[in-house]
């Protein structure tokens, strides 16, 4: 690169263009934070050229995109606390990411911030036997921490389909849920403690993990949710669940959702080690099997389909298929009797999102409803978009013991916005929730007060300006 005649530093801001008769035209100027987090991180970990952003710049679905500043990769909380420390001296807005799988746009920069990538946070402490806890990086994959703990005889309670790739940071972040959390709860029951970094660069936190505490508000459950809007999150006190080695698996096929929702007591109350009840739709089956290439294993005319495991010490199969034969006599269904066969049942309801993925973009909507409307409710969001986009293909699934649907609709096109206010008003007025296990992200902003009320989002805006008073976190996530 040509050298400017007699410049010196700090003449030019970032990104300028400097007179042709001072000097070369191509000549840029060069970003002042960019070198001061270089030389707090080492250039290695500063990412500038574009097509080494470009992976930190486009969500999962590909639907949310911008570009950023640089990308910076700090490997210890001291790291984190010293670049966030830079940014805040340069007035420099940050986007934090885990393994950027986050489904509503809050993982990627929306134009010029900087990307703090957490994935180098991979510290992995051995696990506390007797508290039955771990201390780890927040970048640490779900899948790699599993991984860590089964080998001592515990697991993760949270689990979900991009496990190999979403963080436990990312997970906390956005409170995920996932298929035990019937069982376990969501991630925000999982967090004993925590470290993390404030917008000026304070450290705050603790990871001691115990399990009584009444020292006044809980900072785990604070940030759990907070979607990187609050502090930054660098390690995490996680609580652990035994490992069940023996899992049992059933696919069951319903004439029904009103059916499937009457089973759910009974599958509850009888088998003790009840794990998941996934829920798939028949056009959610129908789209997995096609992108699988396979056929459905059960009764393809069924009205709704669940993918039912327990997880116990002992063999759980035969509990579940006495329940099962019982319960539901006249269901098509499918049992598990080896691992293999377990891994063929639970791929069907793991790939949907790819297959959706793979066909188009779709318009996703992540709501809860009560159980007693279930059923009725779904059927009224149904109707609303057949009419709103006649020739749109709605794909429904999701987590059937918490009401938590997931709506996506391929084809949407221009009536995306019809059918976002509509469906999300209805299921307001049904006592329902917008955002089940995903979050508000960027996609949601806009329905948080007529979920939440404005008193409580007045609320939550004087929380996040007074822990970070420049809205220097996340800007335009979560919040309106
Ligand atoms: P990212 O996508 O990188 O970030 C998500 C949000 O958290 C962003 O707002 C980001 O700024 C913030 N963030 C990330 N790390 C930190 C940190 N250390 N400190 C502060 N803020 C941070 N979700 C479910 O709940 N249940 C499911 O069943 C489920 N299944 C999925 C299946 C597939 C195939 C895919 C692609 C996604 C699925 N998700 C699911 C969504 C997603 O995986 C989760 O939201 C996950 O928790 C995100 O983790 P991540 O590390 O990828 O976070
Ligand atoms: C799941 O349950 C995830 O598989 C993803 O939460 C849901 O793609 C979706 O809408
Ligand atoms: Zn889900």
Redesign the pocket.
């Known amino acids: 690169m040509t050298q400017p005649r007699d410049h010196q530093p700090g003449d030019h801001q970032p990104g300028d263009r400097i007179a042709p008769d001072y000097i070369a035209p191509d000549y840029i100027a060069p970003d002042p934070l960019v070198a001061a987090l270089a030389e707090s991180l080492g250039v290695a970990n500063v990412l500038t050229d574009a097509d080494q952003r470009a992976g930190y710049e486009t969500d ?1 679905t590909g639907r949310f995109h911008g570009e950023s500043r640089c990308v910076i990769r700090p490997a210890s909380t001291a790291d984190v606390a010293a670049v966030i420390r830079l940014c805040a001296d340069h007035g420099a807005t940050v ?9 509503v746009g ?2 990627v920069p929306r134009g010029g911030e900087v990307v703090l990538s ?1 994935r180098r946070l991979t510290r992995l402490d051995a696990v506390d036997i007797a508290a039955g806890q771990v201390t780890v990086g ?1 970048g640490v994959t779900i899948a790699a921490v599993r991984e860590h703990v089964r080998c001592v005889g515990y697991d993760v309670a949270v689990d ?3 496990r190999d ?3 436990i ?3 906390m ?2 409170n ?4 035990r959390v019937l069982r376990f709860g969501t991630m925000r029951s999982q967090v004993a403690g925590c470290e993390a970094v404030l917008a000026d660069g304070a450290v705050i936190g603790s990871l001691a993990g115990l399990a009584k505490e009444t020292i006044g508000p809980h900072l785990p459950s604070l940030l759990s949710g907070s ?2 809007t609050l ?4 390690m995490i006190r996680l609580r652990l669940v035994p490992w069940y080695r023996e899992t049992a698996t059933a696919l069951v096929a319903l004439p029904s959702l009103v059916a499937a929702v009457e089973l759910l007591p009974t599958l509850r109350n009888a088998l003790p080690h009840l794990d998941s009840v996934e829920l798939l739709m028949p056009s959610a089956m129908e789209l997995v099997c096609e992108h699988l290439q396979r056929t459905c294993p059960v009764d393809d005319r069924a009205g709704a389909y669940l993918l039912i495991e327990c997880a116990d010490h002992a063999d759980p199969l035969d509990d579940l298929a006495g329940v099962l034969a019982a319960a539901a006599p006249d269901s098509s269904t499918a049992i598990a009797s080896n691992p293999s066969m377990r891994a063929q049942l639970v791929a069907l309801r793991d790939n949907v ?2 297959a959706i993925n793979h066909t188009g973009t779709p318009l996703k909507l992540d709501i809860a409803l009560p159980l007693a409307v279930l059923a009725a409710t779904t059927a009224e969001i149904e109707r609303i978009i057949a009419e709103l986009a006649p020739g749109a293909r709605l794909i429904n699934f999701g987590h059937l013991a918490e009401g938590n649907l997931h709506l996506n609709t391929l084809g949407a096109g221009e009536a995306s916005g019809a059918i976002t206010e509509a469906v999300l008003q209805r299921v307001i007025d049904a006592g329902g929730v917008i955002s089940a ?3 508000i ?1 960027v996609a949601k902003t806009h329905w948080l007060v007529a979920q939440r009320g404005a008193p409580e989002v007045a609320a939550l805006t004087a929380i996040k300006h007074s822990l970070d008073p420049n809205g220097l976190l ?1 800007p335009g ?1 979560l919040l309106p």
């Open positions: 999962w986007v934090p990411q885990g393994g950027n799988t986050g489904l809050g993982s957490t927040a979900f389909g991009a790739s979403a963080t940071g990312g997970a972040a956005t995920a849920g996932g298929s979607e990187g502090a930054i999150i660098t999102t790819v296990e995903h979050g992200g996340n996530v």
